[in-house]
């Protein structure tokens, strides 16, 4: 069977610390499995090979790049988030937004009688919306 999972590849050794705070972060998440590499390994030793989680519901994919890129995450690929209430997306846009970037304030933007986009502390773009 053919499958696709989103696959989140880190630099500096940030998948870890990342996965961690999506499963405190956002409801029904948690790490499925982590695969280290181990020392002699191209990686540096305790980073993440390949995880597995579940992140919101969805299944995703993380890895700890042992080669430098030169780049990164971009907002042209985000994760869209539906909330149920106000509370929640103003908890989950201030969490997800504190040491990264808001691209679009909470707002009434037509579309969405509320919504917002940031970028993490890790990088990663979070489209959060009012259901």
Not at 25 to 45: K, M, N, W, Y
Request: include cysteine; charged fraction near 20%; aromatic fraction near 14%.
């Amino acid at each position: 069977m053919t499958s696709m999972t989103p696959f989140l590849m880190f630099q500096g050794g940030k998948g870890e610390e990342a996965l961690d705070f999506y499963v405190k972060t956002l409801p029904d998440s948690r790490i499925v499995g982590i695969d280290r590499f181990g020392a002699g390994e191209q990686g540096s030793e305790g980073t993440i090979k390949r995880a597995r989680a579940i992140i919101a519901g969805q299944p995703v994919m993380v890895h700890d790049s042992f080669i430098r890129h030169g780049f990164d995450f971009t907002p042209s690929f985000s994760f869209f988030v539906e909330c149920g209430d106000a509370a929640e997306i103003d908890g989950l846009f201030t969490a997800l937004g504190e040491g990264g970037g808001v691209l679009m304030p909470l707002d009434n933007y037509g579309f969405s009688r509320r919504f917002g986009w940031v970028n993490d502390r890790f990088g990663v773009s979070w489209q959060i919306n009012l259901a």
